[in-house]
């Protein structure tokens, strides 16, 4: 088979907004919020002959995990990789639930510093809705404590239902608050001042196996990125670490 050597499903909690994954030669990546039903989309990514497709918190219910497995028996394919991004550490994680809010509308994310309030309420930047705060903790922490439970179960039901068939092999990035990246940062920064280009407004936050989280000034330098990413801007992964990455922009307002 030429096409979907990988099927990689990304579960990541929802603290940061859904990242911009750019574009790679024969990588396909599939969000439920962007591309609708997974039925829809894979006819198009088969046609393309991608050689490996990205879930990306994906599937979230049972009924999607169904759909999904239905639909790649359909063509011969499977889930082979499974990434989780997790944090262990119980403190870190209440301190980013202290700073940060969810949406109840948008189910979006943004900085309490950065809010603005209305009538006793607070606005969210991203689609203007109101909420009192009481309400909007309680459901960010229930958004949260769902989000790990369904993992865990779709984890179990994933790895119970091709048990026999191929083995899944599994990655977790966990405690990647404990690591600085220094070194890769100052790479980072002296090559994009080297060569300026597409990233140079970036800065490097992590880089983990194939993945490589960038940070840009503002949402419309996420979606410049997004639009005028070619190919060849992989040169500067090539050079760094000696291969290419998947990366991820996030932008600062997020």
Known sequence: MDYLNKVICLFYPPLVNDPEFQPQTEVSFFSAKKDGVIS?????IVAMKAKKLVLLNYPQT????VELQTELTKIGCCITNIILLNLENYDLLNEIQDEYLICPNCKRVFSKDKSQ?????LVCPWDGSNFTQDKEGGFSRTVLAEFFQNSKLLLEKILAGQKETRPIKINQLNNLHQKDFLREKNNWENEVKKRPGLFSDTKLLIVEQDILLLKAPTNDNVAFLAKNYQV???TICQKLFREKKNIIVISEEQ
């Open 232 to 234: 060849d801007s992989q």
């Open 62 to 65: 049972e009924e999607q995990l």
């Open 117 to 121: 309030h209305k009538n006793g309420k």
């Open 40 to 44: 829809q989309f894979l006819p198009e």
